[in-house]
């Protein structure tokens, strides 16, 4: 079992629907990332979290410690929102840290 | 501000060469980390360098190495290559290093391909 599982795997949706792509891990950690791939490879970090929720435009997640869980949700979905969405948890271990990425979500917003 | 840059942005190779990347982070930035994407592993953490030092690193075999300078660009090399390093390769750029990172800035990627 992968230490980060997100999903949906894909996601199909249409403009201005609501989105929510989910992201649980399994060790204990530090902070988790989400970020945003687009076609042709470029990554921009979305959000750093530990706890609680953060916001930024119509782009929101939170994050539920005890439950091991974080939601990456999106409102008012355009098409320039496609892209893959990776979750990524930071944990140590006898003072190494790394970082764990799931496996993305590729998300599709069609017109 | 220039954003991260990283040379070459594609390179061929042949089995049991060596391979160096160049990484130059966003002026101020003092933590540099390395990433594999593949697709077949998706994405990895190779290790972290924050001034000369490295901090952090991922479970990578020994031929896959790197180190900073005192201007914060920082060098990754493989030696030995194999078919299975074929990737693209990404830098990404901080203030601050390990969990007190907030944001990183990523790199365009070197596409690595090993025949």
């Known amino acids: 079992k992968n230490e980060v599982e997100q999903s949906p795997q894909n996601l199909t949706a249409q403009e201005g629907e609501f989105i929510t792509i989910n992201c649980s891990y399994s060790?204990?950690?530090?902070?988790l990332h989400w970020l945003q791939q687009h076609p042709g490879g470029g990554i921009v970090s979305l959000f750093m979290l530990s706890s609680g929720k953060k916001k930024h435009g119509r782009l929101i997640a939170t994050i539920n410690i005890q439950e091991k869980h974080s939601s990456l949700h999106i409102t008012a979905s355009h098409p320039r929102d496609s892209a893959v969405y990776i979750c990524a948890v930071r944990s140590e271990n006898f003072g190494n840290e790394k970082l764990t990425f799931g496996t993305g979500t590729r998300l599709t917003i069609i017109p | 501000k220039a954003g991260v840059t990283q040379t070459p942005r594609y390179l061929i190779k042949t089995r049991g060469q060596q391979v160096t990347l160049s990484c130059s982070p966003i002026s101020g930035h003092r933590s540099v980390s390395w990433y594999q994407q593949t697709p077949g592993q998706g994405l990895q953490f190779l290790f972290e360098y924050f001034s000369e030092t490295q901090r952090n690193k991922g479970n990578f075999p020994g031929r896959f190495s790197g180190r900073q300078f005192s201007n914060s660009r920082s060098e990754m090399n493989v030696s030995t290559l194999e078919l299975g390093d074929s990737a693209l390769y990404l830098c990404a750029s901080s203030l601050t290093s390990g969990s007190r990172i907030d944001t990183q800035y990523f790199g365009p990627g070197t596409r690595l391909t090993v025949l």
């Open positions: 060790v204990g950690i530090s902070a």
